[in-house]
Structures are given as structure tokens and as C-alpha cells.
């Protein structure tokens, strides 16, 4: 069956660095759920190539936004990260996604843990009401290579002072001031994040999404098990819930 795309303009490309960038767009009106994702798509050589986005936005804006980074040789993100005001993107009509606040059980804080792009769809979920009356306390994590790559700070810092959110930034290649070195599940290990939010991370307090690289999905996930925490499931309630991006 051909799939119904609808056709969106790009209102603005921002570039971070050569290899990140935002993308908002006008002209669709979805129903989501803050945390979901959406395929987006071009025309590529008369085909039309499509990938997953999450949004960056919340529901309620009609403007979208996806928050990408270029893999080098892929078939869509340098491509993507070329568009500019004006240009055409189409955009599938059928959000989806189980990395959302209302299938988390309740819990006293929650932890949203991100590695370089998968912080887009915790900002989703942060520019709602939601994790604010569902939660005590809420800590951002986002690990990436290097401190340009810290992104999206302004919302961030409004977040922190509006909303109370504990941010927690790694930076693994090079050093940088106010942010952990390293990875994240050795500072699980050795206490370094607990420290880092002031909160405890446990399986008796806590709710833990994780996004980004399926490595750092996996790795996160056996420290945390190493703290009685386990995948959430429908059938059998846990604390850990996971979205990979590849
Ligand atoms: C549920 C879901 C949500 C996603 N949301 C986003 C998003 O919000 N932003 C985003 O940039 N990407 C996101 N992705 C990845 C995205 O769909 C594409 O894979 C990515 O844009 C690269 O596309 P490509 O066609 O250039 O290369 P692909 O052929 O799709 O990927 C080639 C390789 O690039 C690497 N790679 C892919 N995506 C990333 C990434 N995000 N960061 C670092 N390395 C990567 C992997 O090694 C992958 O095997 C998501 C993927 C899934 C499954
Ligand atoms: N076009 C460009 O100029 C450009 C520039 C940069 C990247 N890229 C492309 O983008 C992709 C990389 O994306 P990215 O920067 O978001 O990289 P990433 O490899 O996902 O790294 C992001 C963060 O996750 C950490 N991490 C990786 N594996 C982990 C694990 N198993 N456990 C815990 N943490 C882990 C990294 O730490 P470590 O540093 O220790 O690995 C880093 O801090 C590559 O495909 C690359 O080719 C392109």
C-alpha cells in the first residue's frame, strides 16, 4: 500500500557545528505523544529514503522540530543537514514510540539519560507538564564527545531555573569545566552521577529512560542492574525503558 507522506517547508536549518543541526518545519499537524518519533523524508535519486526522527517539540507546537547529526556517507542525514529555508521535507503521518511518561510507573525521581542526539526526545518530554507533576525530581543527563556538542543550552538553563531540572553534562574527549569526564555507567559505578544530581539512583526511587547509542543503551542498563533496577515491561513493572537509535 503507498503510504500517504505529507509535505512540510522548512522555516529554518540551525547548525550547531558541522555535524549538528535542527530542523524546524511547518505544515503538518500530528498527534504525538512528547518522547515519540516520527520518519521523515527526501527524494533521493527518484527514491524517496525515509529515517526515524523523534521530535524535539512538544505536542502542542505546530511547528516540528528534530535535532539530527551528520553520519558520514548515510543516505539521509547529510542531506538532511543541507535544507534550508523553503526547502520541501516529508514527514510520515503516523508518530510512534513506548519512550513516553505515561507508561512509567510512578517514582520519586526520574532520570532521562541521553547520548548525543537522544537527548532530542527528553527535551520533547521537558517542554511538557508532565515529568513536572509526575515526578519530585527530574535530572537530564546527556553524554557526548565534546563540549560544542553540549546543545540546546538556553532551554536547558531554563529549565534549571523555571522547572528545578538537574543537568548533568559528560564530556568524554577532551576536558571541560562543569561537565563529568568519561562515560556514564562508570559514573553510575563509582557514585560520580549520584553525586554529580545530588539524588540517589535506585531501584526504590527511581524511573530511568535511556536514548541514544545502543551501547552506551546496554552498558547503562548493567549498571543499573547492578542496583536491583530492571527493563520496564507492561507485564512486569521495572524502572529502566529504552529507546536505540540504531
Ligand atoms: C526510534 C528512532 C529515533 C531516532 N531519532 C533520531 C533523532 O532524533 N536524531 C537523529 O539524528 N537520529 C535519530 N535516529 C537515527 C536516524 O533515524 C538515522 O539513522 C540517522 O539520521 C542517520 O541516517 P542516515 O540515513 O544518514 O544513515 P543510517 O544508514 O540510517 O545510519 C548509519 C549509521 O550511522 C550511525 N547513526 C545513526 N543515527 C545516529 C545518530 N543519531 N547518532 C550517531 N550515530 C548514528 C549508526 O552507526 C548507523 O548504523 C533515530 C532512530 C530511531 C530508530
Ligand atoms: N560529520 C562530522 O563531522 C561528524 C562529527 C562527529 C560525529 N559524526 C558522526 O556521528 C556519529 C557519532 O555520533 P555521536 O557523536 O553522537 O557519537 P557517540 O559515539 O554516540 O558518542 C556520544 C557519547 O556517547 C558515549 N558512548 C559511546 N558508547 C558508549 C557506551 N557503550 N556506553 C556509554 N557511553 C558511550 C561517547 O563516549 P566515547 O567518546 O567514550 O565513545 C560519547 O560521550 C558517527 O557516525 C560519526 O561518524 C560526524
Request: glycine letters at 8%.
Amino acid at each position: 500500500m503507498s503510504e500517504k507522506w505529507i509535505e512540510t517547508r522548512v522555516l529554518e536549518n540551525r547548525h550547531w557545528t558541522d555535524a549538528l543541526f535542527s530542523l524546524r518545519v511547518e505544515g503538518a499537524s500530528l498527534s504525538f505523544r512528547a518522547g515519540q518519533f516520527v520518519r521523515i523524508a527526501l527524494d533521493v535519486e527518484g527514491e524517496r529514503v525515509a529515517r526515524p526522527f523523534s521530535f524535539v517539540n512538544p505536542p502542542e507546537d505546530p511547528v516540528l522540530e528534530f535535532y539530527g547529526i551528520v553520519v558520514p556517507g548515510g543516505p539521509l542525514s547529510p542531506r538532511l543537514e543541507k535544507l534550508a529555508a523553503g526547502d520541501r521535507l516529508y514527514v510520515a503521518p503516523n508518530p510512534a514510540g513506548f519512550l513516553v511518561l505515561s507508561e512509567l510507573p510512578q517514582a520519586e525521581t526520574l532520570w532521562l539519560v541521553s547520548t548525543g542526539t537522544g537527548i532530542a526526545p527528553f527535551l520533547s518530554i521537558l517542554r511538557t507538564e508532565a515529568p513536572w507533576r509526575q515526578f519530585r525530581n527530574v535530572v537530564l543527563v546527556h553524554a557526548v564527545r565534546h563540549a560544542r556538542e553540549l546543545v540546546y543550552q538556553d532551554l536547558i538553563a531554563d529549565l534549571k531555573r523555571q522547572k528545578s531540572l538537574r543537568y548533568v553534562a559528560f564530556v568524554s574527549r577532551e576536558s571541560s569545566p562543569g561537565s563529568l569526564a568519561g562515560r556514564i555507567p562508570a559514573a553510575i559505578r563509582d557514585g560520580r552521577l549520584e553525586r554529580a544530581a545530588g539524588l540517589a539512583l535506585d531501584a526504590a526511587g527511581s524511573q530511568a529512560m535511556l536514548c541514544g547509542n545502543p551501547g552506551m543503551l546496554t552498558d547503562v542498563t548493567a549498571a543499573l542492574a547492578e542496583r536491583g533496577m530492571r527493563k520496564h515491561r507492561r507485564r512486569a513493572p521495572g524502572q529502566i525503558t529504552v529507546e536505540s537509535f540504531w
